[in-house]
């Protein structure tokens, strides 16, 4: 909801109210998180010791299990594709000064956006669990690379040359 109403509250809010309004919802989270009932579990409940080990000794565990190649090459891949250099902030400015949307329908993106994350969730539990992580790996790697390079059509307004407005363009890549 706030996603979808943050850009219809910018435009008639202060940006102070609007991020009062928006952080009222993980307040409430936290706020209903103490409500929770645990149970406190003792050393004769556990399945085994409870061992406390030196940090060094942790630290070495750690590293043995990081240093996998499953563990580490996935790793590894992921760490390098999130530290490259983006588009986002030229991208932004494109689509709010050359475009013109504003932040009331940039707010019905970021709600697309969201509910195509779900999507996202519920097709992976649904179909996808039992796929080995490779393959998962590797087909979203090729479909983030395609869907990413869509936002290339509509820089240069070829969309508008396939009769497609920029809008719901907008609306059918949904950002990343």
Same mark, same amino acid.
């Given at each position: 909801?706030?996603?979808?109403?943050?850009?219809?509250?910018?435009?008639?809010?202060?940006?102070?109210?609007?991020?009062?309004?928006? !952080?009222?919802?993980?307040?409430?989270? *936290?706020?209903? !998180?103490?409500?929770? &009932? @645990? @149970?406190?579990? *003792?050393?004769?409940?556990? #399945?085994?010791?409870?061992?406390?080990? #030196?940090?060094?000794?942790?630290?070495?565990?750690?590293?043995? &299990?990081?240093?996998? #190649?499953?563990? +580490?090459?996935?790793?590894?891949?992921?760490?390098?594709?999130?530290?490259?250099?983006? %588009?986002?902030?030229?991208?932004?400015? /494109?689509?709010?000064? @050359?475009?013109?949307?504003?932040? @009331?329908?940039?707010?019905?993106?970021?709600?697309?956006?969201?509910? !195509? %994350?779900? +999507?996202?969730?519920?097709?992976?539990?649904?179909?996808?669990?039992?796929?080995? /992580?490779? &393959?998962?790996?590797?087909?979203?790697?090729?479909?983030?690379?395609?869907?990413?390079?869509? &936002?290339?059509?509509?820089?240069? $307004?070829?969309?508008?040359? =396939?009769?497609?407005?920029? $809008?719901?363009?907008? =609306?059918?890549?949904?950002?990343?």
């Amino acid at each position: 909801m706030t996603a979808y109403l943050s850009g219809w509250l910018l435009e008639h809010l202060s940006n102070p109210s609007v991020f009062a309004i928006a !952080a009222v919802f993980p307040l409430l989270v *936290s706020a209903v !998180a103490w409500l929770i &009932a @645990e @149970e406190r579990v *003792s050393p004769a409940d556990s #399945p085994g010791p409870l061992l406390v080990q #030196p940090i060094g000794q942790q630290g070495r565990q750690l590293w043995q &299990a990081i240093k996998q #190649p499953g563990i +580490l090459l996935p790793t590894a891949f992921v760490f390098l594709w999130q530290v490259t250099p983006t %588009a986002d902030s030229a991208f932004f400015f /494109f689509i709010t000064n @050359e475009l013109g949307f504003k932040p @009331e329908f940039l707010g019905r993106v970021r709600l697309v956006t969201s509910l !195509a %994350a779900l +999507l996202g969730i519920w097709i992976y539990q649904r179909f996808l669990r039992d796929v080995p /992580f490779r &393959a998962i790996l590797g087909w979203s790697t090729v479909i983030s690379s395609g869907l990413g390079l869509s &936002a290339l059509v509509l820089v240069t $307004h070829a969309n508008r040359t =396939l009769g497609i407005d920029d $809008h719901w363009f907008s =609306l059918g890549i949904v950002w990343y």
